[in-house]
């Protein structure tokens, strides 16, 4: 039985490497080999300061009544604040998950409300006064690596629809399951809280995690479900990066679930980088989390709304490295990686 075990595996092997070689030879898709890893630079930039949604317009002063032959300045075209430009297919049905968003508002507490106006205390955080809107649509696609191959790809789609979010990870390999992970909450000018995070292998639910703010619980795992006390600030594996997109980190310690376990990362920003897409470099700021045996790192570019525009997780067993091709932000393309040109054969 090990033997026709150890048989398929290497099968199973073969055929990723040959699908691997086929679709970077071919022209399909877009590749980049990534390159060694290199050492950070030390902190020069700063992610962006961004506010949730702008403060609301104070209300106009009622118009003196004017003299004949006289017109009120209130009353005047195009005075005061303009109007917000209204988003492309806002009156459209939304689609998945935006639509699990507004499924997702409606079933879970009204914790906290969204602030008008961000605080920039936190020193990663440039001072800005007029702060740009923090995404409510954003999807970025990547290709994900396994050591020095092209182990498949996988797309990052976030969705806020008032004070709640929809966070939904999906990794395609070439070979094997689709592994799907969703995290939902509320979010504030404070950061994000979760409320539930759950994992799926193909359509099959696996680890969960359920964050219950109000008893300071945090219940976690698959088969057998544990429980251990909700610290302030927790987060999952994948809230962490909006939260650092949104707030940044102080360096202390956050409490993070995966699912299966639940760490005390100390989180801090190690260094920052070039993301060396091979045609054209983008500026990121590099968080490091390090457990006892897995470190996991976020690189965010503040020139994209502080998106994460690769993610490395390595283990004792192996590397993973998700690096972006497509940046898609409130449905404009902000970024993607060109199509190589197809090689031509020689005659």
Same mark, same amino acid.
């Given at each position: 039985m090990k033997r026709l075990q150890r048989q398929a595996l290497l099968l199973a092997l073969l055929v990723s490497v @040959?699908?691997?070689?086929? @679709?970077?030879?071919?022209?399909?898709?877009? &590749? =980049?080999? +990534?390159? +060694?890893?290199?050492?950070?630079? %030390?902190?020069?930039?700063?992610?962006?300061?961004?506010?949730?949604? #702008?403060?609301?317009?104070?209300?106009? %002063? *009622?118009?003196?009544?004017?003299?004949?032959?006289?017109? &009120?300045?209130?009353?005047? +075209?195009?005075?005061?604040?303009? %109007?917000?430009?209204?988003? +492309?297919?806002?009156?459209?049905?939304?689609? &998945?998950?935006?639509?699990? *968003?507004?499924?997702? *508002?409606?079933?879970?507490?009204?914790?906290?409300? &969204?602030?008008?106006?961000?605080?920039?205390?936190?020193?990663?955080?440039?001072?800005?006064?007029?702060?740009?809107? =923090? #995404?409510?649509?954003?999807?970025?696609?990547?290709?994900? =690596?396994?050591?020095? @191959?092209?182990?498949?790809? *996988?797309?990052?789609?976030?969705?806020?629809?008032g004070n709640h979010y929809v966070l939904e990870s999906r990794i395609r390999p070439i070979f094997g399951p689709t592994l799907r992970y969703r995290s939902s909450g509320v979010i504030s000018r404070h950061g994000l809280k979760p409320i539930d995070y759950q994992a799926f292998r193909n359509d099959d639910a696996r680890e969960h995690a359920h964050f219950d703010w109000d008893g300071l619980i945090l219940d976690y795992g698959e088969d057998n479900r544990q429980q251990v006390a909700l610290q302030k600030g927790a987060q999952d594996i994948f809230s962490l990066i909006y939260q650092l997109a949104l707030k940044g980190s102080d360096g202390e310690s956050v409490q993070i679930t995966t699912g299966k376990k639940v760490y005390q990362y100390p989180l801090t920003a190690v260094g920052q980088a070039d993301f060396d897409t091979g045609f054209g470099k983008i500026h990121a700021l590099v968080f490091r989390a390090s457990g006892s045996d897995d470190t996991t790192e976020f690189w965010l570019a503040p020139d994209f709304a502080n998106q994460p525009v690769r993610i490395i997780r390595s283990d004792t067993r192996m590397k993973l490295d998700m690096r972006v091709t497509d940046i898609v932000i409130d449905d404009n393309s902000e970024w993607h990686l060109p199509k190589p040109t197809p090689r031509k054969h020689d005659k």
């Open positions: @040959l699908l691997h070689l086929a @679709l970077l030879g071919s022209g399909w898709l877009p &590749s =980049f080999a +990534p390159p +060694p890893d290199s050492k950070l630079d %030390p902190i020069s930039i700063r992610l962006q300061a961004m506010q949730l949604d #702008p403060a609301p317009a104070p209300p106009a %002063p *009622a118009a003196k009544k004017e003299e004949k032959g006289t017109m &009120s300045v209130a009353a005047l +075209p195009g005075h005061g604040q303009r %109007p917000l430009k209204k988003r +492309p297919g806002s009156d459209q049905a939304s689609s &998945s998950p935006a639509a699990v *968003a507004s499924d997702v *508002a409606s079933r879970l507490p009204q914790q906290e409300a &969204s602030a008008p106006q961000e605080d920039s205390r936190n020193a990663i955080l440039s001072p800005e006064h007029a702060l740009p809107r =923090f #995404p409510k649509v954003a999807q970025l696609h990547y290709q994900v =690596f396994y050591g020095a @191959l092209m182990a498949g790809v *996988a797309i990052i789609d976030w969705q806020r629809s």
